[in-house]
């Protein structure tokens, strides 16, 4: 089955500077790559995704990169404030009329320092 | 904004209990997941709902889990006798197309 894993597990920024958080996935059938926010005590709430037709996917200060030969993608934050303060998870799912699952990597707890 | 929500928000049982965990998906979405967050771990799938039927599930999903769809609105998890190991966060998701997932139920099994 497929694994995803994620570094770094902790990552600390000054605000206003960038963060990246990388991925690497084992299953060449997966096609969907979404990432996620959890704030502490709440579900993990969508933030950004891509899928294996494009290179990359921006969103204001949010950026995805994906590199399907090498099997990873990164999570790019620019002008990063202190509301970005959260765990994010970046994820893999094999889109092929079955179950649609999505696999997670373990998680990078991003803290964002005044 | 539609969202999934959940009910309750925390649940506390023995062990050897029944518990059934709630879900509202999103209205026009088909499909339904359960997935599970053990506290500082990661968030893993547990099953998949489609057409009134489960479309794929996990090694985790075994004989004493079942879901169901008893409405047209309600979306729900049954653990038959909890564990002590089910402690555990359990997130409803739904999609059309992206998952969006609800804000959760903690579980406490003791």
């Known amino acids: 089955g497929e694994n995803v894993e994620q570094h770094p597990s902790t990552l600390s920024v000054q605000e206003g500077d960038s963060a990246v958080i990388k991925c690497t996935y084992s299953?060449?059938?997966?096609?969907?790559f979404p990432w996620y926010k959890q704030e502490l005590g709440k579900g993990p709430q969508l933030i950004i995704d891509i899928r294996s037709n494009v290179g990359e996917k921006k969103d204001q200060r949010i950026a995805v990169t994906l590199n399907k030969t090498a099997k990873h993608f990164s999570l790019h934050i620019t002008e990063t404030q202190p509301e970005d303060s959260a765990v994010y998870f970046c994820a893999a799912q094999a889109i092929t009329g079955g179950g649609n699952k999505l696999t997670f990597g373990t998680g990078t707890q991003l803290k964002v320092e005044l | 904004e539609p969202e999934v929500t959940q009910t309750p928000s925390h649940q506390v049982t023995q062990m050897g209990q029944e518990v059934i965990l709630r879900c509202v998906p999103i209205s026009n979405h088909l499909y339904f997941y359960w997935y599970r967050q053990i506290l500082g771990q990661k968030v893993e799938f547990l099953v998949s709902f489609y057409n009134n039927e489960i479309s794929e599930k996990s090694e985790i999903f075994d004989d004493q889990f079942s879901v169901e769809r008893p409405d047209g609105s309600n979306f729900t998890l049954k653990i038959r006798s909890t564990k002590l190991e089910d402690s555990a966060m359990y997130f409803c998701?739904?999609?059309?197309?992206?998952?969006?997932f609800g804000p959760g139920t903690r579980l406490t099994v003791t």
């Open positions: 299953d060449s059938a997966s096609n969907y």
């Open positions: 998701a739904s999609s059309d197309d992206e998952q969006y």
